[in-house]
């Protein structure tokens, strides 16, 4: 469901500029997740703020770093106020915890079958995530699945979330 209005425990979907929005691109067309626009995912929290998977460690921003942005606020259909706030609650858990490019290649790698064994024990272990795994996590933790499609925990990126969620 699509809002124009964010309410805590929605997704923010919107671009990146330059080398690492292109990057990010090319990640999740190797995932089968198409070649658009969006290349960055955030959990909005209480208060005005948000949380984001950045280099150098997930952290807590004020909302308007977005302002004048083009971005897009999805949630899944009936989400309650229960669970808004309990994704909330868990998004505090991941304040700090890193950030990987690696994840878009070991995603990469599950989508085309290479025979990595550990490759998720490995992705689980490490706790690095990429922005579109951190909001995925938030939601898992409050007891919200957002896919039923069998994906391993961990394996989403942000055209993911939006083609789940947006269409």
Not at 88 to 109: K, N, R
């Amino acid at each position: 469901m699509k809002h124009t209005t964010p309410l805590p425990g929605d997704i923010g979907l919107t671009q990146i500029s330059g080398v690492t929005g292109r990057l990010i691109r090319l990640g999740q067309w190797l995932n089968g997740d198409g070649f658009a626009d969006y290349q960055h995912a955030f959990l909005v929290l209480p208060d005005d703020r948000l949380l984001e998977a950045v280099p150098g460690g997930a952290r807590i921003r004020p909302l308007t770093q977005y302002t004048g942005s083009s971005v897009l606020y999805v949630c899944p259909e009936g989400l309650t106020g229960q669970q808004r706030t309990a994704i909330c609650d868990a998004a505090m858990e991941y304040v700090g915890v890193p950030y990987s490019f690696l994840d878009y290649l070991a995603i990469a790698a599950h989508r085309f079958h290479v025979p990595l064994p550990g490759l998720r024990r490995y992705i689980a272990s490490t706790r690095h995530m990429i922005c579109s795994q951190l909001v995925d996590q938030c939601y898992l933790d409050a007891g919200v699945h957002l896919f039923a499609d069998g994906r391993w925990p961990g394996y989403v990126t942000p055209m993911a979330l939006y083609q789940l969620l947006a269409h």
